[in-house]
């Protein structure tokens, strides 16, 4: 007889973003669903990577991560947020940004704590608190702006409230938090005495007026948050799966004690890489540049089409309104586009764990992608109906 296998995730399936690029390679339409580029890293990458191995540098890291990468994070978070991070014990290098916030969380949520989540919200935040033995606490995002509802956040909280999880610059809907979000934020937490996950993934990707303030430069968040960013999205390197967690030292303290468990330590010669790589901080400084112009390309070829455009203030991602074009849920809708005019987008409502906005017409688009990828993209695009 074959044993009875427990499901922690029972209700989790494949993700959406599978199940779109699946449907995009079947029907050979052109992919602007999940977030990954197109086009190629700088050559000099693989070029250190290549390197880095064929020196010798082959064998198990450091498991905090080495020490001059972790040195070039510290000099980054320097210039770029003018904070100063320890890199002996206030950062660790992670096997992607996923797996720093899976290990963020089970280093501090226990069996029935519950964690306090903001739809639509990235996909791995629930299944990693569930997957943990904690409960799921969800407050939507307010509608159009995708800002917090503070005062129902307040409302959420309880006695077994351990953690709240944000997201800024935002995927999926590329709003950015502000300094009033982050003092009303610091206020909860103080009074309730709650840590921060806040997922910074896009920190560097921000547009027009808008300024990513980290968690970490937050006189009333630093010493209870932790931070994750990743290499993948500033350097265009997805599938290298290499991210970063930043926490004052009593937090990074229990953080990598899950780590060591969970992975010990990561890819050695893509971290020497990246360490000689991040020398020239021009190679991370010039990113808000270089989307601004893709996001502005797409917004200018739907202009004056069906699809009304959202707006987009930071992360690589643009959502559209199809409410003048169907009255479809999204994820038939997505499908169908997929299919009948070549084009795979994201619905928005996988987004969502508690209440889903059933009124709300939306698809993401990725624009981290060839310029002539967007074009044929917004063409086809245009021509839905």
């Known amino acids: ?30 992919n602007v669903s999940q977030g990954f580029p197109d086009y190629p890293a700088d050559p000099l990458l693989p070029e250190l990577l290549y390197g880095a191995s064929k020196s010798g540098h082959n064998q198990y890291a450091p498991m905090p991560g080495l020490l001059a990468l972790r ?30 916030l899976f290990t963020a969380i089970a280093s501090v949520v226990s069996a029935g704590d519950e964690v306090i989540i903001m739809d639509p919200s990235y996909d791995s935040y629930a299944p990693s608190i569930i997957a943990n033995g904690g409960i799921v606490r969800t407050s939507n995002l307010r509608t159009n ?6 005062d129902h956040v307040r409302s959420l909280i309880t006695r077994k409230t351990r953690l709240i999880i944000i997201n800024s610059p935002h995927n999926p809907c590329s709003s950015v938090l502000e300094l009033d979000d982050l003092d009303t934020l610091a206020e909860i937490c103080n009074k309730h005495d709650l840590l921060v996950l806040s997922d910074e993934v896009y920190e560097l990707i921000t547009f027009d007026e808008h300024k990513h303030i980290s968690a970490s430069t937050h006189p009333g ?15 265009h390197i997805t599938g290298w799966k290499i991210g970063v967690c930043v926490a004052p030292s009593d937090l990074t303290r229990v953080f990598r004690q899950v780590h060591q468990y969970l992975s010990f330590c990561v890819n050695t010669p893509a971290q020497v890489a990246l360490a000689e790589y991040m020398k020239d901080t021009s190679r991370y400084l010039g990113l808000q540049s270089f989307f601004t112009k893709k996001r502005d390309l797409l917004r200018s070829l739907l202009v004056g089409s069906a699809w009304s455009l959202r707006a987009c203030s930071g992360s690589y991602f643009q959502l559209l309104g199809y409410e003048g074009i169907s009255d479809e849920q999204d994820v038939d809708f997505a499908k169908r586009i997929t299919r009948e005019f070549g084009v795979a987008t994201i619905p928005l409502s996988p987004f969502y764990n508690g209440e889903q906005r059933g009124h709300e017409r939306l ?11 967007i074009r044929l993209a917004a063409e086809r695009l245009v021509c839905v109906r």
């Open 71 to 100: 040195q070039a994070v510290a000099d980054k978070y320097q210039r770029v947020h003018g904070c100063v991070v320890d890199p002996e014990h206030e950062i660790t290098i992670t096997p992607g940004a996923t797996a720093a």
């Open 145 to 150: 702006t995708y800002t917090p509802d503070w």
């Open 1 to 30: 007889m074959s044993p009875t296998i427990p499901n922690k995730l029972p209700q989790r399936g494949v993700t959406i973003f599978s199940v779109m690029t699946a449907l995009a390679n079947e029907v050979e339409a052109v």
């Open 221 to 235: 968040l630093c010493n209870r948050t932790f931070v994750v960013t990743s290499f993948g999205k500033t350097f």
């Open 363 to 373: 698809v993401r688009v990725c624009f981290a992608k060839e310029d002539s990828t």
